[in-house]
Every structure is written in structure tokens, then in C-alpha cells.
């Protein structure tokens, strides 16, 4: 059973870090690129960040560019996502999510529950 599951949210001021954490199983890690999404209230789900299986395609949504930085754990089959220089409109319900494939441009075929950052002006 493919299984992801979220760690790390919380309530930060604006300006300040939180790390998130991606535990995977169920599946082969190195078979399958893992993106990050996201949702704040009343707003579609937006892509985040996406990292593939090789590290040699990372993608990053504009606004995160330079704050964000996606990693992969191969031993501990996670993935981070740092947040630095925090903004309240970096606001919503984080999700991991695992691509139908090895590539970033593959469709979101599974989901994590989701941790909540709050960041405060």
C-alpha cells in the first residue's frame, strides 16, 4: 500500500523557516518523482516544488523560487521541502504527493493527508 505522510507544518512569523517532511513507503522511492502541493483557503491546489527520482530535474513554482529548497533522502525514502523567508501568503495545507512516474511532468497519483503552515505578518 502506498502510503505518504506529512510532517513539519506549524505556526511561524513571517520570516521565519519551517522544514517539511515526506515519509514514503509502499512503493520503489527511486522509481517515482515527488512533488509538493499546495492549498490555501478558497484557492485551487497549486504545484509547489518537484523532485525526480535522479535529482537532475527540479522544478520550483515561481513564487518559492529562492526560499525553497526540495531534497530527497534515498536511505530514509523522504523528502524535504525548507522554507526559508516565510511569507503570510505562503499560508495553506502542504501535500506530498508521488507522479504516475519517474518524471515531474508525470500526473499527482497519490496524496499524503496534508500539514498545515500558518505563517503570521
Known amino acids: 500500500e502506498v502510503q505518504l505522510v506529512e510532517s513539519g507544518g506549524g505556526l511561524v512569523q513571517a520570516g521565519g523557516s519551517l522544514r517539511l517532511s515526506c515519509a514514503a513507503s509502499g512503493f520503489t522511492f527511486d522509481d517515482y518523482a515527488i512533488a509538493w502541493f499546495r492549498q490555501a483557503p478558497g484557492k485551487e491546489r497549486e504545484g509547489v516544488s518537484c523532485?525526480?527520482?535522479?535529482?537532475?530535474?527540479?522544478y520550483y513554482e515561481d513564487s518559492v523560487k529562492g526560499r525553497f529548497t526540495i531534497s530527497r533522502d534515498k536511505p530514509k525514502n523522504a523528502v524535504y521541502l525548507q522554507m526559508n523567508s516565510l511569507k503570510p501568503e505562503d499560508t495553506a495545507v502542504y501535500y506530498c504527493?508521488?507522479?504516475?512516474?519517474?518524471?515531474?511532468?508525470?500526473?499527482?497519483?497519490?496524496w499524503g493527508q496534508g500539514t498545515q503552515v500558518t505563517v503570521s505578518s
Open positions: 523532485i525526480s527520482p535522479s535529482d537532475g530535474i527540479i
Open positions: 504527493a508521488r507522479a504516475e512516474n519517474y518524471y515531474c511532468s508525470g500526473r499527482p497519483q497519490y
